[in-house]
């Protein structure tokens, strides 16, 4: 089965860096399609050429966040979801393409195959994507470094999740960052209403969504019955420009025409 990967990605200082380490991920994986969906207002140049020469399959969208949606320069970084509109806007791109290919005979792939929310600044192991690849609804299993834990889990029991291991708020509907699920096209497919509350209370973006796909019961443990952790919630350093601010007041700040 393809498996169709959304990633939310944003223009700042390392965002070329982040695409580079992740697209040298998806490069070792078979039959991955990835979604990269910029909040721009147009595409930008430089995903455009990044993507061209990445050697991936993929789509390339776009969808800003409305301004009052939006994370202001100080604000604390838990303060709104980020990424919502344009995980939303993969959405629709995915089930216009599956209705189209209804038609077809490539439906029978599109069945099977399974959509991932991958955020760009992540740590991805090769074997996830194999875990992930057969997903009936919906797959679950750990993630590590979110939360203020070492990671969080479902817990399993009798093979079947009972209950999550993580360090906050327990009883959201889905207490589980966005890495640490992936859900059948057919689902997405058959749930149109299905999307990402841009205005969901922290912590509740994730379950905004699934919520409407599956309760607790349905959900598939992978990863050993989640013992493994195969993926990482790692946030990049922002890059300090101590030296390139005070070097522009001189009129002696990098050349604004090399793209990096
Ligand atoms: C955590 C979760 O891991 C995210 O999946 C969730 O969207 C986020 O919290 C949230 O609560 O909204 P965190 O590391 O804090 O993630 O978020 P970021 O990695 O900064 O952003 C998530 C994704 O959205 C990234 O792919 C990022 O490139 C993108 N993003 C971020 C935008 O597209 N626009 C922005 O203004 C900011
Ligand atoms: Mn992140």
């Given at each position: 089965p393809?498996?169709?990967?959304?990633?939310?990605?944003?223009?700042?200082?390392?965002?070329?860096?982040?695409?580079?380490?992740?697209?040298?991920?998806?490069l070792?994986?078979?039959?991955?399609?990835?979604?990269?969906?910029?909040?721009?207002?147009?595409?930008?140049?430089?995903?455009?050429?990044?993507?061209?020469?990445?050697?991936?399959?993929?789509?390339?969208?776009?969808?800003?966040?409305?301004?009052?949606?939006?994370?202001?320069?100080?604000d604390?970084?838990?303060?709104?979801?980020?990424?919502?509109?344009?995980?939303?806007?993969?959405?629709?791109?995915?089930?216009?393409?599956?209705?189209?290919?209804?038609?077809?005979?490539?439906?029978?792939?599109?069945?099977?195959?399974?959509?991932?929310?991958?955020?760009?600044?992540?740590?991805?192991?090769?074997?996830?994507?194999?875990?992930?690849?057969?997903?009936?609804?919906?797959?679950?299993?750990?993630?590590?470094?979110?939360?203020?834990?070492?990671?969080?889990?479902?817990?399993?029991?009798?093979?079947?999740?009972?209950?999550?291991h993580?360090g906050?708020?327990?009883?959201?509907?889905?207490?589980?960052?966005?890495?640490?699920?992936?859900?059948?096209?057919?689902?997405?497919?058959?749930?149109?209403e299905?999307?990402?509350?841009?205005?969901?209370?922290?912590?509740?973006?994730?379950?905004?969504?699934?919520?409407?796909?599956?309760?607790?019961?349905?959900?598939?443990?992978k990863?050993?019955?989640?013992?493994?952790?195969?993926?990482?919630?790692?946030?990049?350093?922002?890059?300090?420009?101590?030296?390139?601010?005070?070097?522009?007041?001189?009129?002696?700040?990098?050349?604004?025409?090399?793209?990096?």
């Amino acid at each position: 089965p393809k498996i169709y990967v959304i990633t939310p990605t944003y223009a700042r200082l390392v965002q070329k860096a982040e695409l580079t380490r992740l697209s040298l991920t998806f490069l070792h994986v078979p039959q991955l399609h990835w979604i990269v969906v910029e909040d721009a207002p147009q595409p930008t140049p430089l995903v455009t050429d990044f993507l061209a020469a990445s050697g991936l399959t993929y789509t390339h969208l776009h969808k800003l966040t409305p301004k009052d949606r939006k994370l202001q320069e100080g604000d604390p970084s838990w303060l709104k979801p980020r990424g919502a509109e344009q995980r939303n806007e993969g959405l629709r791109w995915l089930r216009e393409m599956g209705a189209a290919a209804a038609e077809g005979k490539e439906a029978a792939a599109l069945e099977e195959a399974v959509v991932y929310f991958a955020d760009d600044d992540n740590t991805y192991s090769l074997q996830l994507f194999e875990e992930m690849r057969y997903t009936y609804r919906v797959s679950v299993w750990p993630v590590g470094l979110v939360g203020g834990m070492k990671f969080e889990r479902p817990v399993v029991e009798d093979g079947k999740v009972v209950r999550f291991h993580t360090g906050w708020r327990p009883n959201r509907p889905f207490p589980m960052d966005m890495a640490g699920f992936a859900v059948s096209l057919r689902l997405v497919m058959t749930n149109p209403e299905a999307r990402f509350d841009g205005d969901a209370q922290m912590g509740f973006l994730e379950s905004s969504f699934l919520q409407h796909l599956v309760t607790m019961d349905d959900l598939e443990p992978k990863a050993d019955l989640c013992s493994k952790v195969l993926v990482w919630h790692t946030r990049t350093e922002k890059p300090k420009m101590k030296r390139e601010d005070a070097l522009q007041k001189q009129g002696l700040g990098s050349d604004p025409d090399v793209e990096r």
